[in-house]
């Protein structure tokens, strides 16, 4: 029940930053990419901090609670299904640049965060 309500709480977090950036970012795909970047960049780092010094809730509130509210697989897909103004080239940005900041975190992060002895 405790990881149930870490989850939530973490969700609904994720979930206003993205709603905030969306009011921000006044262009959807923009917004939608923003966020999507910046929950993979987290998740990233986030994944191998838990691992190495994070505990069990502290994994549950952050990365399928905080990054999952953040990050938006619907509205990539939604938005791919729009040819005219194009979707999947923007389907192929949330992808490759997805890829590309899980190369860049990642090393990073291991660099960083030291494993707890």
Not at 26 to 31: E, F, I, K, N, P
Not at 52 to 60: A, P, T, V, W
Request: glycine share 12%.
């Amino acid at each position: 029940m405790k990881s149930l309500a870490l989850v939530s709480l973490g969700g609904v977090l994720g979930s206003l930053v993205r709603y905030w950036l969306g009011i921000e970012l006044s262009d959807g795909r923009s917004a939608t990419l923003t966020a999507n970047l910046i929950g993979v960049g987290l998740a990233t780092f986030l994944l191998v901090y838990t691992q190495r010094r994070g505990s069990e809730n502290l994994r549950h509130f952050l990365l399928p609670g905080f990054c999952g509210g953040l990050t938006t697989f619907s509205a990539v897909a939604a938005l791919t299904l729009e040819p005219s103004e194009g979707g999947q080239l923007f389907l192929f940005h949330n992808v490759i640049f997805s890829m590309f900041i899980i190369l860049l975190v990642l090393p990073i992060a291991r660099k960083v965060i030291a494993v707890r002895p």
